[in-house]
């Protein structure tokens, strides 16, 4: 294979997943008109039937601009040579590849943030905005962005430092160490995720003693669920969207509540979600998703071991000097369909776990209070509830709200 048939592979996968990921995307525009199932005919009234639908099309025709122009600016960075410049760019301060790699993939990382920030921008302070959604300042905004750059350059760095010096120290046994660094930042991840990074974004405080946690705590000991942790967040400050979520394990569990959520459900239908929740938790469903992803993650390291050291995977990009960073990207594009693949696998497992944690809700508190809940928040988020079917299979992590509320109804 020569480096010009290797480039012309990758850019017709470019191609290829653009033009499918538009087809469902517009599958799925073409599903806003559906009739609203008989089960579903409570959560919108006329007008917020309407508002809805305005806000889907809305995003809709804003995510068509945004992907195209970000499909365009891809393919004309690899037509006009983008990497091997950048990685001559790199090489012009220093001859130490790690340090090399850092600069180049700090480059890509900087210069995508740039170019994506004003679509960012325009989604939050004009769309959110229009629908009442947005409760962000510009200077939070900005504030978030830098954050979230400089987080993602200290840890990504770190790791991909340490990734390229076990390559250039084992050979083609990186892989092994590279996973073992993978799986443990994984499992520290999840156990300090919400007491180490949400507080650098978010205020976290402890569910106030009163009728609502003693709800909670009463419903915990009877499902037999140790919680000491339950915090409130204040994701008020950025939208008026709800949520709720469950990290960690062991003692280092929690449950953390938005506080939209204390202020748009009654007590029971928290309390309802909260058995959603805590059901993902007895179902050992948190463990089970992380040993699927280091499973996961192990496979692609070791089909990556595989092929990194070819030149063809630098030349492909016009690079002159073969290297492990550029080999990077390379694999991670010709990567791709199987990662679509292992990602539609690991969607639909989601899925059935969603179902599981439903049945726990329904078995163990009270289906209906679960019902009301997500139809509320439904109804809150303004959200699709006639999505198309080859849409859900490819992208949601979640069953649609029709066919969870089924589930729950059936005994």
């Known amino acids: 294979m020569t480096p010009n048939t290797l480039f012309n592979i990758i850019i017709a996968i470019l191609i290829i997943d653009f033009i499918i990921d538009h087809v469902i995307d517009f599958l799925n525009y073409k599903s806003f008109n559906d009739p609203i199932p008989e089960e579903l005919s409570d959560v919108y009234d006329?007008?917020?039937?309407?508002?809805?639908?305005?806000?889907?099309?809305?995003?809709?025709?804003?995510?068509?601009?945004?992907?195209?122009?970000?499909?365009v600016v891809t393919l004309a960075?690899?037509?006009?040579?983008?990497?091997?410049?950048?990685?001559?760019?790199?090489?012009?301060?220093?001859?130490?590849?790690?340090?090399?790699?850092?600069?180049?993939?700090?480059?890509?990382?900087?210069?995508?943030?740039?170019?994506?920030?004003?679509?960012?921008?325009?989604?939050?302070?004009?769309?959110?905005?229009?629908?009442?959604?947005?409760?962000?300042?510009?200077?939070?905004?900005?504030?978030?962005?830098i954050k979230g750059l400089a987080l993602s350059a200290l840890i990504g760095g770190v790791i991909l430092a340490l990734i390229i010096w076990f390559y250039e120290q084992t050979g083609d046994q990186f892989w092994i160490y590279t996973w073992i660094l993978i799986t443990v930042f994984t499992l520290f991840?999840?156990?300090?995720?919400?007491?180490?990074?949400?507080?650098?974004?978010?205020?976290?405080?402890?569910?106030?003693?009163?009728?609502?946690?003693?709800?909670?705590?009463?419903?915990?000991?009877?499902?037999?669920?140790?919680?000491?942790?339950?915090?409130?967040?204040?994701?008020?400050?950025?939208?008026?969207?709800?949520?709720?979520?469950?990290?960690?394990?062991?003692?280092?569990?929690?449950?953390?509540?938005y506080d939209t959520l204390l202020k748009d459900l009654s007590h029971k239908e928290i309390v309802g979600v909260l058995a959603h929740e805590i059901g993902h938790y007895k179902k050992k469903h948190v463990l089970i998703n992380m040993l699927i992803s280091v499973l996961i993650t192990g496979l692609t390291l070791y089909?990556?071991?595989?092929?990194?050291?070819?030149?063809?995977?630098?030349?492909?990009?016009?690079?002159k000097i073969p290297s492990f960073h550029v080999g990077l990207i390379t694999f991670g594009i010709l990567y791709n369909p199987i990662s679509e693949i292992t990602g539609i696998l690991m969607n639909f497992i989601s899925?059935?776990?969603?179902?599981?944690?439903?049945?726990?809700?329904?078995?163990?508190?009270?289906?209906?209070?679960?019902?009301?809940?997500?139809?509320?928040?439904?109804?809150?988020?303004?959200?699709?509830?006639?999505?198309?079917?080859?849409?859900?299979?490819?992208?949601?992590?979640?069953p649609t709200l029709l066919n969870r509320v089924k589930n729950l109804m059936t005994n």
């Open 46 to 71: 006329k007008d917020e039937y309407y508002r809805s639908q305005n806000y889907k099309k809305d995003n809709y025709k804003f995510s068509v601009i945004s992907s195209t122009f970000s499909f």
């Open 351 to 398: 899925r059935k776990f969603e179902y599981q944690a439903d049945n726990f809700a329904k078995f163990h508190y009270d289906k209906n209070a679960l019902i009301s809940a997500l139809k509320k928040l439904s109804k809150k988020s303004l959200s699709n509830l006639t999505p198309h079917k080859a849409h859900v299979f490819i992208h949601f992590s979640h």
């Open 189 to 257: 991840f999840t156990l300090f995720y919400s007491s180490l990074i949400v507080p650098l974004f978010n205020k976290q405080t402890p569910l106030e003693e009163g009728e609502l946690r003693s709800e909670i705590e009463t419903f915990a000991r009877k499902a037999g669920f140790t919680l000491d942790n339950i915090y409130v967040i204040d994701g008020s400050k950025r939208s008026t969207k709800a949520n709720a979520y469950f990290s960690g394990f062991g003692p280092k569990k929690r449950i953390v509540l």
């Open 77 to 145: 960075f690899f037509f006009l040579k983008g990497f091997a410049w950048v990685d001559e760019l790199a090489r012009s301060f220093s001859d130490n590849e790690i340090i090399i790699g850092l600069i180049f993939f700090g480059l890509i990382m900087l210069a995508n943030e740039i170019i994506s920030i004003p679509f960012s921008y325009y989604s939050t302070f004009v769309i959110e905005e229009k629908y009442g959604f947005n409760k962000m300042s510009k200077k939070l905004f900005i504030t978030d962005k």
């Open 303 to 319: 089909i990556l071991s595989v092929f990194i050291k070819n030149p063809l995977f630098s030349e492909a990009l016009s690079v």
